[in-house]
Nanobody
Framework: QVQLVESGGRLVQAGGSLRLSCAAS????????MGWFRQAPGKEREFVAA????????YYSESVKGRFTISRDNAENTVYLQMNALKPNDTAIYYCAADRKPVGVVSPHPPDYDYWGQGTQVTVSS
């Protein structure tokens, strides 16, 4: 069975850094594009970042561009989200998702993703 397990979320101060990890199992990791989404209380789930299955293309939301970096380690079946210069508005549950896409295609749309993790809480204090 497919599992995506996020880790690394915690309380950090504004301006700090944090790295989230998502370990995938039960799928051929290199056949999937991977994405990060987040959802704050009372708000819609929003796209954060995505990376293509061949680690060539990345795509970021405007709110995190220049601060966050998505990467993947195919040997470890893991995708990462490096978050720098964190702001209180970054506070949310962060979800990892897997999407079977053609090479070079990444999507910011949740319906395009096939599998989801349970999320990890990131809290940024002011």
């Amino acid at each position: 069975q497919v599992q995506l397990v996020e880790s690394g979320g915690r309380l950090v101060q504004a301006g700090g850094s944090l790295r989230l990890s998502c370990a995938a199992s039960g799928l051929t990791f290199t056949s999937y594009s991977m994405g990060w989404f987040r959802q704050a209380p009372g708000k819609e789930r929003e796209f954060v970042a995505a990376i293509s299955l061949n680690d060539v293309y990345t795509y970021y939301s405007e709110s995190v561009k220049g601060r966050f970096t998505i990467s993947r380690d195919n040997a470890e079946n893991t995708v990462y989200l490096q978050m720098n210069a964190l702001k209180p508005n970054d506070t949310a549950i962060y979800y990892c998702a897997a999407d079977r896409k053609p090479v070079g295609v990444v999507s910011p749309h949740p319906p395009d993703y096939d599998y989801w993790g349970q999320g990890t809480q990131v809290t940024v204090s002011s």
